[in-house]
């Protein structure tokens, strides 16, 4: 008979936001010998709410970020609380905090933050450390376990530190490394361009002409919420289908435009758009979404990311040729319903 000791293995996972939290839980409930890093200095991974972007690059163009999140101070949850919740530890209102069905982004930190606490999670973390490199020791022969080198570096240490583990769990998130559009002129264009990523309040846009890209929910939300302070805002969109609803806002405002994809951008300013009209804007935000990265993975090709797309992956865990000892928590965008 093979004792529990033998089957015991340890586990790396990488980031302490929702997925890693539960991976955490669960592996250790099996027996396992986890530890978690951390980039930041506590869990909750994209919810921890960093309003500090002056250092970051803004449009995200080189792999190593400095800001996480990508959460702006305005922010709620576009799903009911009821549905956002461990299904083993509910998401429930609690006295002196946020009550509403859609809370906002701090609310969510504060319930993964309980959850953390009350299944005694804080004591596999550590903060404040660096993923810099995960590769495999040897790849092995049939029927030999498969192990990995995980390289780290603790953000006030001089020194890196090199382990070894039997298996590597990603959970790094997918809203962190902006995705941009190809727009000739991007380059040439001399004014302020950004990505939604280090958005965090209207007031740097006072009195300005913003372009935001994208029509999705972060464009919308920021188009809506720089209304009451830029002086014009032209949202540019792949269809200029709307709903109804933002239809209905975009009459109320004086100041809010609708328009067709960008041609090109000019280095007087000038934005001109499909439909051959133009505008000479301030700023341009792109809410054009986010891009799959994992700078510190090397699977020597067996994992990529190919137009936005991470693969191949079974069941969007584990890639077969490296099963069970990688796997990717979160990965997929979406949940579609009947």
């Not at 099996?30 to 919810?47: A, D, L, M, P, S």
């Not at 009195?207 to 464009?219: C, D, F, P, Q």
């Amino acid at each position: 008979m093979v004792s529990e000791r033998n089957l015991s293995k340890n586990v790396c996972i990488i980031g302490a936001g929702p997925s890693g939290l539960v991976a955490a839980r669960e592996l250790r409930k099996e027996g396992h010998n986890v530890v978690v890093f951390e980039q930041n200095h506590e869990v909750g991974g994209q919810w921890l709410y960093q309003p500090k972007v002056e250092h970051e690059d803004p449009l995200g163009s080189s792999n190593v970020l400095k800001v996480h999140s990508s959460i702006y101070a305005s922010l709620r949850l576009t799903s009911p609380r009821e549905i956002m919740g461990f299904t083993d530890f509910p998401f429930v209102v609690k006295k002196g905090r946020d009550p509403r069905r859609f809370p906002g982004h701090k609310e969510l930190l504060l319930y993964l933050q309980d959850f953390c606490e009350y299944f005694g999670l804080r004591e596999m973390i550590r903060f404040n450390t660096t993923v810099e490199y995960v590769g495999m020791l040897d790849y092995p022969e049939f029927g030999k376990d498969l192990r990995w080198i995980v390289k780290s570096k603790e953000k006030e240490a001089e020194e890196r530190v090199e382990e070894v583990f039997d298996a590597v769990v990603v959970a790094t998130g997918h809203y962190s490394q902006p995705r941009l559009p190809s727009i000739k002129g991007m380059d040439a264009w001399r004014r302020k361009q950004m990505h939604s990523h280090i958005y965090r309040v209207p007031e740097p846009f006072r009195n300005e002409v913003v372009v935001v890209v994208g029509n999705s929910l972060s464009g919308q939300d920021i188009g809506m919420e720089l209304v009451d302070v830029a002086k014009e805002i032209h949202l540019s969109a792949k269809s200029l289908d709307v709903s109804e609803g933002l239809s209905k806002v975009i009459s109320k405002h004086q100041n809010l435009h609708l328009h067709p994809q960008i041609d090109s951008l000019h280095e007087d300013g000038r934005v001109l758009f499909v439909d051959g009209t133009s505008i000479v804007a301030d700023t341009i935000i792109y809410c054009t979404g986010y891009s799959y990265s994992f700078p510190f993975l090397d699977t020597k090709g067996m994992v990529i990311v190919d137009d936005d797309r991470v693969g191949p992956l079974y069941e969007h865990t584990f890639p077969p040729s490296l099963a069970p000892s990688l796997s990717f928590v979160g990965i997929p965008r979406k949940v579609t319903t009947s």
